[in-house]
């Protein structure tokens, strides 16, 4: 769970189906939710239990007397009503078929209709989101890039509507989530780097609420190396390569984590995904709208051979006149590129301070911190500020020239990070990141999110503060400006995204 946290992610359970019981899953719930509030709320339960034994194929351990889908159908059901017992919070969630690939649409021994069906009918009004798991078997180079548009489509609208016909009024809360993905083929060449990010974008955009990547890590015998698209694939099914003898020093990124990465470049976590459309199947297109109002576009060239020339056209957008930043992942490249000039600058003119630093809260506003140490916030398209600026904290007591602020969050707290005197002093202070501004005094519980600071720890412990000396020039001035040092909080680490952007 400090990993989890650490990610900024959140935790999909899988309950021990195939040699546990409905008591010991409860039992999982009770000691990660009540015992010690780790507030996990989705939980599967089995993994690809369609694979034990009863269409023939056994890969998955079930110890169960009945490998039908009857009987997962029904364990599901206990399942849910224990686990939920314990928490009423949590999200369950039962193992489908993914449409159109084996075993869907094959009646077993004994069965009256397929797995999916089966499992929907007696399952369906108990569940809160359904998993399927999805591998496109390519044949080619160029199929890889095109499963995402060719596949995705239509299975995300046979599962919705299972959903439709069986889970009743509940139909609408219910979920589709993919806890595995990944290429069957090409897998560390950049086909695959093609494909990731489509098929992240596209299951979103078909309603999917997650898709776990299989996997970081996965290894090679080495025994089947080829060559594609002038670059070495492994039959490695990590994103990280594993080190192995014939591969890249351990951790270096394949293809897929380079593709993974530009989705970071497109949008952020409350950011919207925007419909998009493209008028040919060689390049696919996806966009977002950020929290500050702009829209991202990713363009995915499929032609191994050609650069393609687009135009964009939009609807209920004007796009700025000014040149866009540009990231590019190009085939074979080992990192991303960006390109892009600067924009025409836009002015502040309710900022009075100097040393401004940007930070932007949960909800998309943006707050300039100035030395002082002042807040203000404004619209950085426009330059527009909101109010008159307010006093955050004039630094530690005997402290001078508080200045040059910059706002971190890290977990649940913002950190406010400034540079005091000369010697400089660099003063750390943190303040609860789920916070209305306080008043320079004030330590009452807020009631929504911004970037704000106050000087002491929500239990009243003084900030932390370290000293650093920078060289001093003829005429008493440090020419290393505000140079900030020292130790992080306890418990925290400083090797997190600042708050700012570009």
């Not at 180079?141 to 509940?170: F, H, K, V």
């Not at 440090?478 to 020292?486: D, K, S, T």
Request: charged share 15%.
């Amino acid at each position: 769970m400090d990993t989890v946290r650490a990610a900024g992610a959140e935790p999909i359970i899988t309950a021990n189906y195939g040699s546990g019981t409905p008591e010991e899953a409860a039992g999982w719930v009770r000691h990660a939710n009540v015992t010690n509030d780790h507030g996990v709320r989705y939980f599967e339960i089995g993994n690809e239990v369609y694979g034990n034994g009863h269409y023939g194929a056994q890969w998955e351990t079930d110890h169960h007397p009945s490998k039908s889908p009857t009987t997962y159908a029904s364990y599901v059901v206990e399942y849910a009503a224990a686990m939920k017992a314990v928490d009423p919070t949590i999200q369950i969630g039962a193992v489908l078929t993914t449409p159109g690939s084996w075993p869907d649409g094959i009646v077993g021994p004994g069965d009256t209709m397929d797995w999916n069906n089966t499992v929907m009918s007696i399952a369906g009004s108990m569940i809160d989101f359904v998993i399927v798991h999805h591998y496109p078997c390519a044949t080619s180079q160029e199929d890889l890039p095109d499963a995402p548009q060719t596949e995705i489509p239509g299975m995300a609208a046979a599962l919705r509507s299972l959903i439709d016909r069986y889970a009743g009024d509940n139909a609408g809360n219910v979920g589709i989530a993919v806890t595995e993905a990944a290429a069957t083929a090409y897998k560390n060449t950049s086909p695959s780097g093609l494909f990731t990010p489509d098929e992240y974008l596209t299951w979103l955009e078909q309603g999917a609420f997650t898709l776990d990547w299989w996997n970081l890590h996965n290894g090679t015998d080495c025994g089947n190396i080829t060559e594609v698209e002038g670059a070495t694939d492994y039959d490695d099914g990590g994103i990280l390569s594993s080190g192995a003898a014939c591969e890249p020093p351990l951790n270096t990124p394949f293809p897929p984590y380079h593709g993974t990465r530009m989705i970071g470049e497109l949008g952020s976590p409350g950011d919207t995904l925007v419909r998009t459309g493209s008028s040919t199947p060689l390049v696919s297109a996806h966009a977002v709208r950020t929290a500050d109002g702009a829209v991202n576009v990713m363009l995915i060239n499929k032609d191994p051979d050609n650069a393609a020339t687009v135009d964009l056209s939009y609807q209920g957008f004007t796009p700025s006149p000014a040149t866009p930043t540009v990231y590019s992942y190009l085939k074979n490249a080992t990192a991303i590129d960006s390109a892009g000039p600067w924009s025409d600058p836009i002015r502040l003119p309710g900022v009075k301070g100097i040393d401004p630093d940007l930070a932007w809260d949960e909800d998309g506003n943006c707050w300039c911190t100035t030395a002082g140490i002042e807040q203000i916030r404004i619209d950085p398209r426009t330059g527009r500020a909101f109010g008159p600026p307010r006093r955050l904290w004039s630094g530690t007591a005997g402290a001078k020239a508080p200045e040059a602020p910059h706002l971190y969050r890290i977990g649940d707290y913002w950190y406010l990070l400034i540079a005091e005197g000369v010697p400089n002093g660099a003063t750390v202070s943190p303040s609860p990141a789920a916070a209305h501004p306080p008043a320079p005094s004030s330590h009452a519980r807020p009631t929504r999110s911004s970037p704000t600071a106050a000087p002491t720890t929500p239990s009243r412990t003084p900030a932390t503060r370290t000293w650093c000396r920078g060289p001093i020039v003829p005429g008493g001035c440090c020419c290393w400006g505000c140079g900030h040092a020292g130790a992080p909080p306890a418990g925290t680490s400083w090797d997190a995204r600042p708050s700012w952007r570009r």
